[in-house]
């Protein structure tokens, strides 16, 4: 049940542990956590970057799932292409909209595979390493622990300047990560920029201050 995905010292009401895994239809505006992460543990990946991972409102259980050492070790050994030294991924749920997320959080100056700007839009193909390592390990524990968890919204959140900019792989469901949604968060306020449903490889500029927020997190 989606209750047990949450901190034990906070249990959710039987009715709405039940609920179903939010559809990309529900929320409208998506605030960013301001809960400090509650685990916050390194694990090492042989093979690739070794991995932080940081949980808010999420249950000893499923952190659990989420830090088995197989799939960080495979999580870490993907995200190499996109980064030369430790990746911070933070896990959380949010109990009021039903979304679960996983997110490498990360700025601009440490990120490898940087989407290219130009004067139409933003082509986020170069984020594609990132996206399938993300899916990847979703999708893997998703198969082995609870199915819903295929629900998480996945992607990068940029902070960069004091702005904060989220990127989320969509697409198909569920997303394999080599595209992502028309929707991006800006200063935890949703902006869709394409429509949401619809895999997009690159997006246009919004207008304004929005512009303003994106370019910063881009290092612009």
Known sequence: ???GLLVACAPAPEAASEAPPASADTPTAEPVPSKRPSVHA??????GVDVALAFVDISPLYRGYFATQEWVATLGKD??????????????????TRIGRILV???WTDLGCRPAMGPEGVDLTPLQPLGRALARYRDAIAAARDVRIASFRSGIRLVQGGEICDLIIGGQFPPDGTTFSGCITLRGH??????????HATLPWPSGEQADMLRTCLGR
């Open 1 to 3: 049940m989606w209750g």
């Open 42 to 47: 390194t694990l090492v990946s042989a093979e």
């Open 79 to 96: 995200l190499g292409a996109c980064f030369g030294d430790t990746v911070e991924v933070v896990i959380s749920y949010d109990m009021e």
């Open 105 to 107: 959080q990360t700025s």
């Open 190 to 199: 949703e902006v869709c920029l394409g429509e949401r449903h619809e895999p």
